[in-house]
């Protein structure tokens, strides 16, 4: 309890900002999501049903940083569970189309807290963004380690309608035992003509050993202090998940 409290304090905060840092011109957005995830285990299967709400806000930090904060909140109607989650990311931007940086983040992971501590770098193009990280992931209480290779390429169809796929790679040390956790997903995102909001659909994929989890999400955002390419370009679309979502579900 005390843990979840912690990060919903962090979550909370994260939302709040987004209007009180107005004047000084940040970059985010929130949103509200439904996701529904199939869970194979072999000649098993289950299927559960979650609605999330997350916000992210990027301002200036100093000397050319730049401070991002994530939060999200994830209710599972099928266990009627509760997760939070938090990121924080210091990044900078070398000259106009290169961003580095690293992130600090803490997720629910059944009834302790995950962990994870990284680097990310995001390359950007006319019309696309380029994003790769490298995390490290623990959970010391359910005895859980992982190191996480992680990459997205987002394409521009239009100012209005982004794509984009990723890939994942982690190796996964759960009691003593390795595993290997490949990830793989894809989705769009439209935003409505003239207006803050856009729609979103997504599917991602985790394969782990014998265990395959299957998730479609669709959602509704609200954007502020630009569209799309402007949440990315600002710091506002930054990784820096590592496995801790999977590891909710161990």
């Known amino acids: 309890m005390k843990k979840s409290l912690v990060l919903a304090s962090a979550v909370a905060a994260t939302l709040v900002a987004a209007p009180a840092f107005a004047q000084s011109g940040p970059v985010g957005s929130v949103g509200v999501s439904y996701s529904n995830s199939s869970v194979d285990f072999g000649s098993t299967d289950a299927d559960t049903d979650s609605y999330a709400i997350d916000g992210v806000v990027a301002v200036d930090a100093f000397a050319g940083w730049t401070a991002t904060f994530a939060g999200s909140v994830a209710h599972n109607d099928d266990a009627n569970d509760t997760g939070v989650a938090g990121t924080a990311h210091l990044t900078r931007l070398s000259g106009s189309d290169l961003r580095f940086g690293g992130f600090v983040g803490a997720a629910d992971a059944g009834d302790e807290t995950a962990w994870t501590f990284g680097g990310e770098v995001q390359k ?45 790679y982690s190796k996964v040390d759960i ?55 402007a949440r990315d370009r600002a710091g506002a679309a930054l990784p820096g998940a590592g496995v801790a979502g999977l590891l909710g579900a161990l």
């Not at 003239?194 to 959602?219: H, M």
């Open 124 to 168: 950007y193009l006319a019309n696309a963004t380029l994003t790769g990280s490298v995390a490290y992931t623990t959970a010391d209480d359910i005895d859980v380690d992982a190191w996480t290779v992680a990459g997205d390429a987002a394409f521009y169809v239009t100012p209005n309608l982004r794509l984009n796929a990723g890939l994942g």
């Open 175 to 229: 009691v003593g035992t390795d595993a290997d956790l490949w990830t793989y997903g894809m989705g769009a995102e439209y935003e409505i003509s003239n207006t803050p909001f856009s729609v979103a659909a997504g599917f991602n994929r985790g394969d782990i050993e014998d265990v395959t989890i299957d998730t479609w999400t669709i959602g509704l955002r609200y954007s502020f202090g630009g569209g799309l390419q």
